[in-house]
């Protein structure tokens, strides 16, 4: 897969935008590739939490809701893709990633 160049290189506000995902998909692909980007990131905060359980002692908070707000929206995904797949129905995917600098 070749990499995208950056989209919008805004120098007011200092925002590029990379296209993470950007195209169709068979349904079976679409959950494979979605799957485990929401699985990644479940991951993700299901280890920052023990770091944060091991060094403080203390659940870390954002940790703590992003997992069920993350495991909500991939099974609302794999949903909408299996409603898809028994329409027989190819799945359009469009994910960017934003990255602007702040304070």
């Not at 997992?67 to 949903?79: G, H, S, T, V, Y």
């Amino acid at each position: 897969m070749k990499t995208s160049p950056i989209k919008n290189t805004n120098m007011k506000t200092d925002t590029n935008t990379f296209f993470l995902i950007k195209g169709v998909f068979s349904p079976e692909d679409a959950k494979e590739i979605l799957s485990k980007i929401y699985s990644f990131k479940i991951n993700y905060h299901h280890l920052n939490n023990w770091r944060s359980l091991e060094r403080f002692g203390k659940d870390d908070e954002n940790s703590q809701k992003r997992i069920p707000r993350l495991i909500n929206d991939k099974a609302k995904i794999e949903e909408l893709i299996e409603a898809g797949k028994v329409k027989d129905k190819k799945i359009l995917i469009n994910a960017e990633i934003s990255i602007s600098f702040c304070e």
